[in-house]
């Protein structure tokens, strides 16, 4: 019963020993929030059981016991219940046997309780008893508005309970089938691809249940945020050890917060005032049982009491309407009470096409979870083993680079298939023989004793267990516990407002204003609630220059749409016949065989939108540079090139070796490096009179290029996967020492504005007498000619143009060059 929150048995017959068991169930449930047993021939054993589950229960929110057979003796021990049950808002006992006596244990009950704000019971209930609990439960529900008011207006502190999932591995082991899987989904054989990353939410409330659909984004983050925080000061006098609410409350002081609009139209109202306002009530014939109207609904409720004397009812006079008011009445409170302890997941299932790998670098953060899955027939078919390990090597490193204090999980595809339990061990073997003692991250499944879990979408094996180890890695995250006011949720507010008009906002001018509206003057916290969204998957904000710094992209799956549409394989992704249709058939080849996109395709794909803001944001982040070797506006995209050079041995030059072997070359990194090598080029050409004659084309190719820097400065680039190195051939030695400044250069700044400054290199350089190479200290020791100068002023112009890498404008680092 942990995996639902609302069960309906009414009319079953269920009588005393049934409910005793579901009582039972009650007693450790942590995610049920509402149970209708009415018409069941529940007796007043069948309440007491109910009541001594209630006693213990911090969840249930709604209980309906309407039309069973409850008295006095029942309702005494469900009033007992109520004294220390600080969860339940509901309680339906009409139709039931209860009188007077009963009604004011019930009665007697509220002046200790304080969540109950809907309680019905029998319409020949005596007037004053049904007047004292409609005052008790009027007083609770304002008490609560004013808690949440005051939590509104407070600078509370609270965890975000917020965490972000991203799968990843190689093509077709089965991503997007899990994550349908772990949504609850059927298993779909005809599921297309994924292109680029697909992003969606979910919610779970514990370790084992199912994740469903969160209201997060249909409602506003701070109203909601105050229900809980509520919730969460009352649990945690009853749970002092829960650990998503032990942090609540820490930091709580009133400020100047300035709210969003329509909450600001609530405080203004007054809405609510204890002592000065008094209740007007009117009597009409309703000959069903008592009732008292939501105080702040135009319509009422199902299950509410109804003060009756002589079949009658008591409406009471409704205070103004309020957008907030109303949904904190019903649901928001209730929803609270569900979520309190519940976790909002960001899933990003990333596309398993290595033609996606130089891009999905700028998406991968530091914390959440990561899943990486395979294919175990792969990995047990010797004449595939190697190819299957390359790429779980590389997403080991990857996200190792980008996350090396994250959880792991690796997950294994196609259980049916592998069968038997020794096809299993023989997987393990090999991914610890892969992995040895370097990913300490990774989530062992201790129950099966292997370092992997294995599943099955199609049959549905270890869905379970895999939902409820990626959750409980994400509540081992102590940062999904960090704590974060309430006016950061009116921030969030206030941004995602804009998302029905706008993709993106800029820091400097919307962020700034948006901020100074909610209270946030200080840039650096704007920052630091702007990092924390980024994290947390809501929002996209790449800080490695300032220029980048300033976009903050509020729909993160329109940006992966849309590199997507460019970025992408052009025989699985792209449809040919609708480029032939509308006459761009040879600009699809050429964007998909040369890795040369033309404005007018770019326009296309885009649909005409934004092009000049993703043309930007692609250059700036390396994955596109301009290509002027042409009469056409023509781009380059490194990552879609698909020749290899296969005789390498005909290079020749000077050769400079740049060594990733002892740390990792992750895919992207020599596209950047090709990226920032021709827009230098470019940048020479645009600098010269006759660039077309001066400068030769750049040949480039997917693991070489031959690129121009100048007239007579000519370089190759060679990158070696198995080896993990990138060679740089200079053809003649005057260039060689310049020539190693710059890559340097480049490398750095590929490492700080898109690795995270993971990635680790040694140089090695070619001696012109020996040809034997010499590693980069003994070399600069010894000022090894050609590569070094004996002058301190070119040395001084060496440091300074490798210093210029990080934190500077990609613009202003190509100009320093």
Avoid at 96 to 120: C, H
Avoid at 398 to 426: C, M, W
Avoid at 518 to 537: C, M, T, Y
Avoid at 679 to 701: C, W
């Amino acid at each position: 019963m942990t995996s639902i929150i609302m069960i309906i048995l009414s009319t079953n017959d269920i009588g005393n020993g049934g409910v005793k068991s579901i009582a039972d169930a009650l007693k450790g449930n942590t995610s049920l929030t509402s149970l209708n047993l009415s018409t069941n021939e529940i007796g007043n054993g069948g309440a007491k059981s109910l009541a001594d589950a209630l006693k213990v229960n911090t969840t249930l929110a709604s209980l309906n016991l309407k039309e069973n057979q409850i008295g006095n003796e029942g309702a005494t021990f469900l009033a007992n219940a109520l004294k220390v049950n600080t969860s339940l808002a509901s309680l339906n006992l009409r139709y039931t046997q209860i009188s007077d006596e009963g009604a004011k244990s019930l009665a007697d009950a509220l002046e200790a309780n304080t969540s109950l704000t809907e309680l019905s019971v029998p319409a020949n209930v005596h007037s004053g008893i049904i007047g004292k609990i409609k005052a008790r439960i009027l007083s609770t529900r304002r008490t609560q508005k004013r808690k949440f008011l005051e939590a509104l207006k407070s600078d509370e502190k609270a965890p975000l309970n917020r965490s972000r999932l991203m799968f990843v591995g190689q093509g077709k082991a089965g991503k997007s089938a899990t994550v349908r899987s772990l949504l609850g989904k059927g298993f779909n054989p005809d599921w297309d691809s994924t292109i680029g990353a697909d992003i969606s939410e979910r919610m779970t409330s514990s370790a084992t249940s199912k994740w469903r659909n969160p209201d997060d984004l249909k409602g506003d983050f701070t109203s909601r945020f105050a229900a809980r925080l509520m919730v969460a000061h009352s649990n945690t006098r009853n749970r002092p050890n829960a650990k998503a609410t032990a942090q609540v409350g820490k930091t709580k002081e009133k400020t100047n917060l300035v709210l969003p609009s329509h909450i600001n139209k609530m405080l203004n109202e007054e809405a609510i005032n204890d002592s000065t306002k008094t209740t007007n009530a009117t009597v009409s014939n309703d000959p069903e049982s008592a009732r008292i109207r939501n105080v702040q609904h135009n319509e009422s409720s199902s299950g509410r009491i109804r003060p009756s004397l002589k079949n009658t009812s008591v409406q009471v006079k409704q205070e103004p309407n309020d957008e907030i008011v109303r949904e904190f009445e019903e649901k928001l409170f209730l929803d609270a009470k569900r979520d309190v302890n519940s976790l909002t997941l960001s899933l990003w299932d990333f596309g398993g096409q290595q033609v996606f790998y130089a891009m999905h670098h700028i998406f991968l953060t530091q914390s959440g979870v990561y899943i990486l899955l395979f294919d175990m027939r792969e990995l047990l078919e010797p004449t595939k083993r190697e190819e299957a390990s390359k790429y779980l090597l590389f997403w080991l490193r990857s996200v190792k680079l980008h996350a090396p204090k994250a959880s792991l999980i690796l997950t294994g595809t196609f259980l049916a298939d592998v069968g038997e339990r020794e096809n299993l061990r023989t997987v393990d073997i090999i991914l610890r023989e892969l992995i040895k003692a370097t990913f300490s991250q990774i989530v062992p499944n201790i129950d099966e004793s292997f370092i992997y879990f294995p599943i099955d979408n199609k049959e549905g094996l270890g869905i379970d267990k895999l939902r409820g180890i990626v959750e409980e890695s994400a509540r081992n995250d102590d940062g999904v516990f960090e704590n974060v006011s309430i006016r950061w949720m009116a921030f969030l507010d206030k941004i995602y407002s804009e998302r029905d008009k706008v993709s993106y906002l800029t820091l400097s001018r919307d962020i700034r204003d948006i901020g100074l509206e909610v209270g946030i003057s200080n840039s650096i916290e704007q920052e630091a609630a702007l990092a924390l969204f980024h994290e947390r998957g809501l929002l996209i904000h790449l800080t490695s220059t300032a220029i980048l710094k300033d976009i903050v992209v509020i729909n993160p799956q329109w940006l992966v749409d849309a590199l997507g549409k460019i970025i992408c394989d052009g025989n699985l992704h792209i449809d040919k016949d609708e480029f032939k249709r509308v006459g761009l058939e040879e600009d699809r080849k050429r964007t998909f065989e040369k890795g040369l996109a033309s404005r007018d395709f770019l326009e296309y794909v885009w649909k005409g939108s934004q092009v000049d803001f993703f043309l930007d944001l692609m250059q700036r982040t390396m994955l596109l540079s301009k290509w002027i070797f042409s009469k056409n506006e023509l781009y380059l995209i490194p990552s879609l090139l698909e020749d290899y050079l296969v005789e390498k041995e005909t290079i020749k030059g000077r050769r400079c070796v740049i060594d990733f072997s002892n740390n990792f070359l992750p895919i992207g990194v020599f596209q950047r490096l090709l990226c920032l090598c021709v827009a230098h080029s470019v940048r020479g050409n645009e600098n010269e009179s006759d660039h077309n004659e001066l400068i030769m084309e750049p040949s480039l190719h997917k693991n070489y290029a031959t690129i121009e820097f100048e007239p007579g400065f000519k370089v190759h680039l060679l990158q070696d996967e198995e080896a993990q190195t990138i060679t740089i051939f200079v053809r003649n030695d005057e260039f060689a020492g310049k020539c190693l400044r710059i890559v340097q250069a480049m490398l750095r700044k590929v490492n700080h504005d898109v690795m995270g400054s993971g990635l680790h290199w040694d140089i090695y350089l070619e001696n012109g007498v020996t040809k034997e190479l010499m590693c980069f200290r003994e070399a600069q020791k010894e000022k090894l000619p050609p590569w070094f100068s004996t002058t301190e002023s070119e040395h001084l112009i060496e440091t300074s143009v490798i210093s210029l890498a990080e934190n500077v404008d990609l613009l202003r680092f190509l100009e320093s060059l």
